[in-house]
């Protein structure tokens, strides 16, 4: 029973701190160096609120909430609001929109971008995990197409860094096509690999 | 949220109930769907293939979840250990889902008023055990759980809401060990010594020796001092009728500690203490407009009998018999046996009450009164308030002092003392039903 309260506790807290730093991680992998221009500052703050509240929300999920909420005093009010507004917005979905944001007012970084992808990714499952209280073992069924994931990231990441064979729009955007083909070609084939 | 029906409306049985489940994309998914669409959207405004692949993982995931198996229905059983429990007490309560496939289940309890969860409220896993302890004597809901069926991938989340089967709370009887006898007893076998004699085993006087007395009850020493047979005589063990009265027209305080709450658990204690001395006893539970009541009987299963009649008074269950009307000269003779020994649980509030408690003590019913009264009006600053107060307080004094006149004792009880406490006075010489 002591071995079992330990472990919840010990998945409680790796989960969360992993969340956290992997959220922290993305924003500051995203946002260095800072660009002078376009709504850079608007970006990073989008982000930054993002992983914090989200953060926060985590933390504080086990917080419980008084069934009755009649006539209580303002300054509990006051905290059950804040509460129910962490709880209800979506928090990781906003630090998302602002890393992928941060990352695209850079000049073409193909890896970068890549590496980025990956840690969001691992973001979005450690906030994941931490919510539902679960230990990283409910992931395994996953595996296969997380690595299948990865491995498209990569191909997009290199299609990204191959020398436009002309300079103009129409070769960045049939790379970009053969990218989406890709991925479409593995949404529809891995389905089946996964029902398998 | 709605409500589906509860798994086991009557309570514990173990038959389980088919839930339906409204599936909906998990928040993971709804993230993932955020990550890859925003990182599309961005790969063709920028004309950048690495963002494209920025979206790989989350739609890759998104598409290969499509094909889990969502199950319709599960079934959930929900069972709690004891239908019935006393404040205060343990009860687990048991869920266990079927037919979820490989979805993991999560279980939220909610629970019901004046119900108190011990340890966790939400828990994962196909069967889960809760534990929860009631707080307030009544019928109580058991609250609700919400059943979570997350698909193997997590992309999805089944929803249902599960209503508990409810539980019968009792007072939690007060303690006493001692019991007030009655002078005249009924001739009828029982426990207690009666002022005749007969084959008891309490020594209750000397006689001269008759043919046919047994010679072991010969008491030489005296046979001696006379000059003639003696033999020793056995004072009768009698069995009395007991009915408690409990005063239901008044609740005040605060609720747990309140007048009605001590005068069910002291019914329910003087109920024990009574049926354990092999006495017949009974309940009459007077309230606004009539009372409802139930004859004297024996056994153990009398005591669950009577809390069952104390508690239909609120509405709680439907048991015992119901009398209109203000007066208890409607109730029956087998609700109020003459000769029975009445002991009435009340905070002497009502006047009615009052005058129907003066109006047996004039019909000659032996009548013990516990005063549950452990509230008063609020202390104020005005002087009209602090002399309403302290005409009220008069008042009170005015009614206990009445029924004291008329041979009615009356004692006062906190509640949290053992009821022996205040009866002792009485508990130690037979109580005479005549002035």
């Not at chain 2, 006898?181 to 005749?196: D, I, Q, T």
Request: positive net charge.
């Amino acid at each position: 029973m002591g071995a079992a309260a330990t472990r919840v506790a010990a998945i409680w807290v790796t989960t969360r701190l992993a969340a956290v730093l992997l959220g922290a991680a993305c924003v500051i992998w995203a946002a260095v160096p800072l660009p002078a221009h376009g709504p850079a500052g608007l970006a990073l703050a989008l982000a930054s609120l993002g992983v914090a509240a989200g953060a926060l929300r985590l933390a504080l999920s086990a917080v419980p909430v008084p069934e009755d909420s009649y006539l209580l005093p303002t300054p509990l009010r006051l905290w059950l609001s804040f509460l129910n507004t962490l709880r209800l917005l979506p928090w990781e979905e906003g630090a998302v929109i602002g890393v992928v944001w941060l990352e695209v007012l850079h000049p073409a970084r193909p890896w970068h971008t890549a590496v980025l992808g990956a840690a969001l990714v691992a973001y979005l499952l450690a906030a994941h995990l931490a919510e539902s209280s679960a230990g990283p073992g409910v992931l395994r069924p996953q595996a296969r197409v997380l690595a299948a994931g990865v491995v498209l990231l990569a191909l997009c990441a290199g299609a990204g860094m191959l020398p436009a064979a002309s300079p103009g729009a129409g070769s960045a955007l049939l790379r970009l096509l053969a990218a989406v083909a890709l991925i479409a070609a593995g949404a529809l084939v891995l389905p089946y690999v996964a029902r398998s | 949220m709605p409500d589906t029906p509860g798994p086991n409306g009557r309570g514990s049985s173990p038959a389980g109930a088919q839930v339906s489940l409204r599936w909906r994309s998990s928040r993971h998914a709804r993230r993932l769907l955020t990550l890859g669409l925003f990182a599309l959207l961005v790969a063709a405004l920028a004309g950048r293939p690495e963002f494209a692949g920025l979206a790989a993982p989350a739609l890759l995931l998104l598409a290969a979840g499509r094909v889990q198996r969502r199950p319709p229905q599960i079934t959930v059983v929900a069972e709690l250990s004891s239908r019935r429990a006393f404040e205060g007490e343990r009860v687990a309560l048991g869920m266990t889902a079927a037919g979820q496939g490989d979805g993991q289940v999560r279980w939220t309890w909610h629970p019901g008023d004046e119900i108190a969860p011990v340890g966790v409220a939400a828990a994962d896993g196909d069967q889960v055990r809760f534990v929860l302890t009631p707080e307030r004597w009544g019928r109580r809901q058991t609250g609700t759980v919400e059943v979570v069926v997350r698909d193997r991938w997590r992309l999805t989340e089944g929803h249902a809401t599960v209503v508990l089967p409810r539980l019968d709370c009792y007072p939690a009887p007060a303690q006493q060990r001692e019991r007030v006898v009655l002078r005249r007893l009924p001739n009828r076998l029982g426990e207690h010594p009666a002022r005749s004699s007969g084959e008891g085993i309490e020594f209750f006087g000397v006689r001269e020796y008759v043919p046919g007395d047994r010679q072991r009850s010969i008491n030489w020493p005296a046979s001696t001092r006379r000059g003639r047979l003696q033999v020793n005589t056995f004072a009768a063990e009698r069995s009395q009728d007991v009915v408690l009265m409990v005063d239901a027209t008044s609740d005040v305080g605060t609720p747990g500690t309140s007048a009605l709450d001590f005068a069910l658990r002291g019914a329910a204690a003087a109920a024990r203490a009574y049926l354990d001395a092999r006495d017949r006893v009974g309940v009459i539970t007077y309230q606004w407009g009539g009372a409802r009541w139930l004859a004297p009987g024996l056994g153990r299963r009398q005591v669950y009998k009577i809390i069952d009649s104390m508690l239909a008074s609120t509405g709680l269950v439907n048991t015992g018999a119901w009398a209109r009307g203000s007066s208890l000269s409607r109730l029956p003779r087998a609700a109020l046996p003459p000769g029975a020994l009445v002991v009435v649980f009340s905070p002497l509030l009502d006047h009615r009450f009052v005058e129907t408690l003066r109006d047996m003590r004039e019909r000659g019913l032996a009548m013990l009164v516990v005063d549950v009264l452990n509230t008063e009006p609020p202390v104020r600053r005005h002087t009209a308030d602090r002399l309403a107060r302290r005409v009220w307080q008069m008042e009170q004094e005015a009614i206990r002092f009445s029924l004291r006149e008329l041979g009615v004792p009356v004692v006062h009880w906190d509640g949290e003392q053992p009821l022996d406490l205040p009866l002792a006075a009485y508990t130690r010489r037979p109580l005479g039903a005549h002035r």
